[in-house]
Each structure stands twice: as structure tokens, then as C-alpha cells.
């Protein structure tokens, strides 16, 4: 949410200005918000951050250009699927289009909480039109179509089409729910919950909520990865790097107006105590043994962890209702003593692949580390600087229990990691080179300094992959680009997102005096990273060696999809050890990954699921017709059987989700405890891309083992290439 408001009078205006729609009797009621004054102070001190070269890798004038940009991402936070507003509001609201930046600057946020609260009201009426619809029933024998992609769509003329574009959402979430064999009862009290709980929640949005919006509609305008983040979200923030929190150790929920336990996180002392378990509901929270216990039911969920979460040692005490029972049930107690959790689950994980002897090529075992995130507990590392959680200590650990059970290869998976600490991903690359220069580093003003790897020695000098998709990005690039510069291994899978600059978060409470977190902080570009070669990442990102199928095109995800991202462009290369060259050996390990995948039911499988996704996105609608609908669904649920069937009579590992199908609901809908069921299971699905990929390393290892005269072409002579052609 973003604007800016120049009198009270623009405002009695804009909140007048949305016609009526009819309203439901048990609409959610509204609650009051405006600007504050630590907003206001907020505000100019982002500003004055943004505007300035010494701070910010592009400021960008406060100009008549910016503010449209404002603008615009505001309405695109708001309403991106132009569902809500129409023509007729946004021209209501032009006048605020030439003065947004004013706004950022001036430290004056009316007008876009006076736009949200126009957004509000329309949300309830949509929400309410929604719910009304519901009373009829729908004809499914047609050829009508839900375009749903609308991001680019005009704003709707008037409400009249508003209320078709409605209509075809309606169908077809109510057409979903039929085909997954839910009754038309049960259809509509399922949707007119849904829509009830849409329009409740944007009546639950603060006035922090919509700052933030409106500050981020203005970071955004600046580059896509300059974020203002509120004292609560750089908390989440701060924690997610940690991997740690100061808590009871549950994943909490919220389903219905009730939280709810969706997981114990072992080790917390949610865990340790034993009383709570996954699906109890929270319905009360009191600090301490002795203090009053609040009613949170009907909170958000962010209010209610706030609660719950406290400094290591105190105690909170927790009133719940037992999964078993009822919202009506019996409700009980439970006093806990909060303590440092850590987040083991998005920690760095190993398993090992054993590649059958094949053509005399001997048996492999390859041993693979999942890395979903570049995480370091910056706060533990100035405390305490020779223990604190870190993503290469943790890799390093692994690499250590590898050298024991004496894996032949190592690859490690960078797929969905979207980067993290600058420090890590350095420190991290040292593990594997001896020494040398890692990733060049450009500030605004041009002076460019080189990230180094200083410490002697290496943690593994086998033989090494690293795997990389899309989503891959910053530090997984500036690590698999280093790799690749290094000759040291080889890249499998897709080219990477291709974000080539680095953030750096600034505290906002270092101004002003203040006793506590007040004005949140700002993660800003400071500067752009480029490869050791000199190229940037930039859009470009890290391109493999060994490709892949794409999952997802370019113009879709990735830093190109951005409209003010920074363009690519290279700078002089660092002298550095060349540890090896793939490219004379990649011929004939693109003819075994061939041969092999024609043969691999389950990279078939897969490579024949992202042909057709990619065909049904390219799409952008879905039919409204039930017959051609089902005839899909059926296609689909025949295909998951016949392949279980299949993994059956080979041996194959089996699919724990093969019997899933699309349920029709959202994930709030679900049962909790059954929902964190599945998602587990979802982690122990077949992973043919990992598996080949380990089966390249053992192909590569083999070949350089059997040939002398291409290890020698493709190894030098180090300490590195001996490890790969011993």
C-alpha cells in the first residue's frame, strides 16, 4: 500500500468516493488507522537513505517520474489482479500521482492510507458480492473461460464488470471444490467462509501494515531488492538468518479465528515438555505464572507469536483446547519456559546416492548436501565470534562426515536457494579453493574491491557439482559462479535467477535516540557483485554446463521479469587458479546423461510434467467447463496411478503423494495436522534431477579415471585434479 495526502479535505473526499454495493449484515467492522508520528520520522529517514550515493548503489531523484512509479506499485500491492478498484477509483485518486515522493520525503503518508481505506471498503464489497453469489447455481456446460492472469489487464470500466469478472472467479472455485466430490452444501459453506475470511482479513490490516506498503511501494521504485522492513518483520527477518528464535518451538497456524499447533519443533521446549501436540488450539496467552491470561481468539497470527515468543528463561502460559475436542471442549493449561530453538529443518541436510557399476565403470557413492539458504546468526557472530550459526559451518561438518564414510564425489544443491549472507557465500567457496579471490564488488562510486577466501587449506578437494535452477540466486550465483570461474566444478541443472547486487541492512534506530525498535530498517543496494572473470550475474545469471530442461522461462521468473532492474555489464577480470576445464569433457557426458535419462522413468516423468505445466501457464485461463475439466482431472489422476503402478513392478521408490489430488481448498482450509503430514511427505518425493545429477559427478569421476589423456586436458596438475583422477 502506498500514497501521499495533502489535506483532510482529499480525504473526506476519497472516502466518499466509492459507490455502494449491497451490503452483508455480518460484514467485519472496521477499524480506524492513520499515519503516526514514528511514521512520519520513519519516512524521511528512508528517504534520506535512498537519496543519497554515499548509501544507496542508485538513488533515484524525488521527480514526477518517481512519484508515478509510486504510484503505481502502490495500486499494484494493493489490487495486482485489478479485481477490486475500478477506472473510475484510479481516476479519482490521479491527483495523488505527481506528489508520492513528496510524501516519502515529507514524512507525510496520508494519502496512502486514505487510498487503502477505499481499498478496504471495496474488498468488503467484493467479499460480500462474492458470498451473494453463492445463493445461485452455476452452469458448467459452456465454453466460458477464468482469465486469471490480470496483472496487465485495464482497470475495470465500471462495477458491472467488476461483477463478471467476479462471476468467473466464483465458478471457478465453486467448479474446483465440485471436482474434488464436495457436495453444493458443502461448496457454499466452504466459499462464503473463504470470502468472509477475505474480507476479514484486509479489516485486520494495521496502520504499520499499510506504511510498510506504502514505504515498499516506493523501495520497490528504487530496485527490485530494496526492502523497508517494520521492527516485527526485521525480526522475522533476523531470525530466518539465525535459523534460531527465542520461544516454545511450535509452527503455529492460524485456521478459521483460532491458532493452531501445526508442528512441535523437536528440541524446543514445547517439545521437551511433551503436553502440546499438532492440532491443539491456542485460545489464551499470559506471561509469566502469575500473569492474566489474554483471550487471543480472533487474533492475527503475528499478534499471537508476538505473545508467545519472549527472552529465553521467562515463562509463558499457554490456554489451549486439546486436538481431540471441540471449540467447545474442555480447555486447558499449560506453563512453559522459553528457551533459544533452533531451526534445524531449514539448516544444511546430506544424504548419499549409490550409482551402480556401469560399461566398466566402477559402483559410486556420491554424497549430496541440500543448502536451502546462505543463513548466518549475525547478532551471535558479533557476540561471539568463534561460535555462532553459520551455513559453511554447517557444509563443512557434513563435508567431514563424507571424508569418514569416503563418498567419491560430492554435489551440493543450490536448487530454490535464494542467497543470504555476502560472508557465507565467500566463506563457503573457500572451502573448496585453496585461497583466491571470490567475487568482485562494485560500490556507487566505482571503486571495486575483491572478497577473498584468506584461510589456508580446503574442507573437500574432490571431485564436486554444484546443482542450480532458476531460483537460485545472489549468493548461490556469486558461489556457483566462483566454482564454475575456478575450474573446480562442474554446474549442473538451469541458468540461475540472475540478481548480481549486493544489500546490506541499515538500522533505523541508530538516529534517533530511542529505547526500543521503533523505526525498522532497510535492506539497500549498496553495490553490484561481479565473477571473478569479470562478468556480472546480472540478469545473465550462471549458465551450466551440463543443461537441463527449463522449468520456467526467463520472461517469467528471474531478474528480467524486472522493470527497473540494473542492466549486465563486466568489469576487468582477477588473476586466479584455474583448477580445471570441463569443457573437453562435457561431450561425452552429455551423450552419457542422454543415454541414461532415456532410460530414467522418472526424469522422463518429470521432463514431460514441465512441457505440459509450461504449456497450461502459457495459457493464462482455465476453462469453466466441468466435462473438459474433469477430462483433465481424470487424465491426471489416471497418469499418478499408472506411474505408482509402474515404480511398483520396477522397484522404483514409490511417490507418497501419488494418491493426492487437487482437494479444492487453501492451505488455511485444510486440516492442520494432516496438511504438515503432507508436506513432509512432499520432502520424500522421488528426486530424479538430484539423482542424475550425482550420476554426472560418478560419470565424470570415471571418465577422468580411465582416460589419462583427457584428465590431462581437462585436470592441471594440482592437488585438486589428483583427487579427481586418483
Not at 496467552?285 to 521467562?314: F, L, M, N, Y
Not at 560430492?410 to 573448496?432: H, I, K, P, W, Y
Not at 560419470?699 to 596438475?717: E, F, T
Amino acid at each position: 500500500m502506498n500514497p501521499r495526502i495533502p489535506a483532510l479535505l482529499s480525504l473526506a473526499f476519497l472516502l466518499a468516493a466509492p459507490t455502494a454495493l449491497p451490503a452483508r449484515t455480518d460484514a467485519p467492522a472496521q477499524v480506524a488507522i492513520a499515519p503516526t508520528a514514528d511514521q512520519a520520522t520513519t519516512s524521511k529517514l528512508v528517504y534520506g537513505l535512498l537519496s543519497d550515493s554515499r548509501y544507496a548503489y542508485r538513488p533515484r531523484p524525488a521527480d514526477a517520474a518517481m512519484s508515478a512509479d509510486i504510484f503505481r506499485r502502490y495500486l499494484e500491492s494493493l489490487d495486482g489482479s485489478r479485481q477490486f478498484f475500478t477506472a473510475a477509483d484510479i481516476e479519482r485518486f490521479a491527483s495523488w500521482r505527481g506528489r508520492m515522493a513528496d510524501a516519502v520525503r515529507n514524512g507525510d503518508p496520508a494519502p496512502a492510507f486514505a487510498i487503502f481505506v477505499a481499498y478496504r471498503e471495496r474488498v468488503g464489497q467484493r467479499a460480500a458480492h462474492a458470498r451473494a453469489l453463492l445463493e445461485q447455481d452455476f452452469d458448467f456446460s459452456g465454453h466460458e473461460r477464468w482469465e486469471y492472469d490480470r496483472k496487465d489487464v485495464p482497470w475495470a470500466a465500471d462495477e458491472a464488470a467488476l461483477d463478471e469478472v467476479w462471476r468467473k472467479s466464483v465458478m471457478n472455485d465453486w467448479l474446483r471444490l465440485k471436482l474434488a466430490g464436495k457436495a453444493p452444501d458443502e461448496i457454499r459453506k466452504t466459499l462464503d467462509k473463504r470470502y468472509a475470511q477475505l474480507g476479514r482479513s484486509v479489516t485486520e490490516l494495521k496502520s504499520e501494515d499499510v506504511f510498510s506498503l506504502f514505504l515498499n511501494a516506493y523501495t520497490s521504485a528504487i530496485d527490485p531488492h530494496t526492502d523497508y522492513l517494520n521492527p516485527r518483520t526485521a525480526e522475522n527477518f533476523n531470525q530466518a538468518m539465525s535459523l534460531s528464535l527465542e520461544g516454545i518451538g511450535a509452527q503455529l497456524q492460524r485456521q478459521d479465528d483460532v491458532v493452531v499447533i501445526r508442528e512441535i519443533i523437536p528440541g524446543g521446549p514445547a517439545s521437551l515438555d511433551g503436553t502440546l501436540k499438532a492440532g491443539d488450539r491456542i485460545v489464551g496467552v499470559g506471561q509469566g505464572a502469575s500473569g492474566p491470561v489474554e483471550d487471543v481468539v480472533g487474533w492475527r497470527i503475528d499478534d499471537v507469536v508476538a505473545k508467545i515468543r519472549g527472552a529465553k528463561d521467562t515463562q509463558v502460559n499457554l490456554e489451549y483446547i486439546p486436538a481431540e475436542n471441540g471449540m467447545d471442549g474442555e480447555h486447558r493449561f499449560v506453563l512453559l519456559t522459553r528457551a533459544r530453538v533452533q531451526l534445524a529443518e531449514q539448516a544444511a541436510k546430506s544424504k548419499t546416492y549409490a550409482i551402480p557399476a556401469k560399461d566398466g565403470l566402477p559402483r559410486r557413492v556420491i554424497g549430496v548436501i541440500e543448502l536451502p539458504t546462505f543463513y548466518q546468526d549475525f547478532e551471535g557472530r558479533r557476540r561471539n565470534g568463534s561460535d555462532y550459526t553459520s551455513a559453511t559451518r554447517d557444509v563443512a561438518n557434513l563435508l567431514d562426515q563424507f571424508k569418514k564414510q569416503g563418498v567419491d564425489g560430492v554435489v551440493l544443491d543450490l536448487r530454490n536457494n535464494g542467497g543470504g549472507s555476502l560472508d557465507e557465500a565467500v566463506q563457503l567457496t573457500g572451502l573448496f579453493v585453496d585461497q583466491g579471490p571470490v567475487v568482485q564488488v562494485r560500490e556507487s562510486g566505482g571503486r571495486v574491491s575483491v572478497n577473498s577466501d584468506r584461510n589456508p587449506g580446503v574442507a573437500w578437494d574432490g571431485p564436486l557439482a554444484v546443482l542450480i535452477n532458476r531460483a537460485s540466486a545472489s549468493a548461490s550465483e556469486i558461489f556457483a559462479g566462483a566454482m564454475q570461474d575456478y575450474g573446480r566444478a562442474l554446474i549442473i541443472g538451469e541458468t540461475t535467477f540472475g540478481k548480481g547486487t549486493v544489500q546490506n541492512l541499515v538500522d533505523l534506530d541508530r538516529w534517533p535516540t530511542s529505547e526500543g525498535p521503533r523505526f525498522g530498517q532497510v535492506k539497500l543496494t549498496i553495490a553490484q557483485f561481479f565473477r571473478i572473470e569479470g562478468g556480472s550475474t546480472q540478469h545473465k545469471g550462471v549458465v551450466p554446463d551440463i543443461a537441463y530442461p527449463l522449468s520456467v522461462d526467463a520472461n517469467e521468473f528471474g531478474e528480467s521479469t524486472y522493470d527497473n532492474a540494473l542492466p549486465w555489464t563486466r568489469i576487468a577480470a582477477v588473476p586466479h587458479t584455474r583448477y580445471g576445464n570441463f569443457a573437453p569433457l562435457l561431450p561425452r557426458l552429455q551423450a552419457l546423461h542422454a543415454q541414461r535419462i532415456a532410460d530414467d522413468l522418472e526424469f522422463r516423468w518429470w521432463s514431460e510434467d514441465v512441457v505440459r505445466y509450461r504449456e497450461e501457464a502459457a495459457k493464462k485461463y482455465l476453462s469453466l467447463n466441468e466435462a473438459e475439466r474433469r477430462t483433465e482431472r481424470d487424465r491426471q489422476e489416471a497418469q499418478r496411478k499408472e506411474r505408482q503402478a509402474i515404480r511398483k513392478e520396477k522397484g522404483l521408490d514409490l511417490d507418497p503423494l501419488a494418491d493426492e489430488s487437487d482437494d479444492g481448498l487453501t492451505a488455511g482450509e485444510r486440516d492442520v495436522v494432516k496438511d504438515a503430514a503432507r508436506e513432509k511427505a512432499a520432502e520424500k518425493r522421488p528426486d530424479p534431477l538430484q539423482r542424475e545429477s550425482a550420476a554426472i559427478l560418478a560419470d565424470a569421476i570415471g571418465l577422468l579415471q580411465q582416460d589419462r589423456p583427457l584428465s590431462a586436458q581437462v585436470l592441471p596438475k594440482t592437488a585438486s585434479a589428483v583427487r579427481w583422477a586418483e
